[in-house]
């Protein structure tokens, strides 16, 4: 087994799994830093889908996109037959892929609360006045 990534480089790779997971229209995207509370992990990435299907493809987004940027593949998938929660362990960070009434159900950011949400959204520069 490698070394533990850098939290900077975690923050990356979560930032990136969360927006592969927002371009596939996963809902309610965020991203936890559990690592002061959950020792076996720094971060969480929990998202949403409407149906099984959608579920499905925004992890293998999640999955490819991770890859592209250099991340590591996962450690292990777990869920991916029925896609009502694919969780999705990566080592350093884990993403949670459900369907919205999983998602309810379990409650994952509020057992998790005490995790600091790092921003992961892009934002489009501000225009100067006059632009």
Not at 6 to 14: F, N, P
Not at 62 to 86: S, Y
Request: aromatic share 8%; hydrophobic share 45%; charged share 30%.
């Amino acid at each position: 087994m490698s070394a533990p990534a850098s939290l900077d480089v975690v923050k990356r790779w979560a930032t990136t799994a969360a927006r592969a997971a927002s371009d596939k229209q996963g809902r309610d995207t965020v991203v936890l830093a559990v690592g002061r509370v959950l020792a076996i992990t720094d971060a969480f990435v929990i998202t949403s889908g409407a149906n099984p299907r959608q579920v499905h493809t925004i992890a293998e987004e999640v999955e490819g996109r991770v890859k592209r940027v250099g991340g590591p593949a996962p450690l292990r998938i777990e869920g991916m037959q029925d896609a009502r929660w694919v969780l999705m362990d990566y080592g350093d960070f884990v993403v949670h892929v459900m369907l919205e009434e999983a998602r309810d159900f379990y409650a994952l950011e509020r057992l998790w609360g005490d995790g600091e949400r790092w921003d992961w959204e892009e934002r489009a520069p501000a225009l100067a006045i006059g632009e």
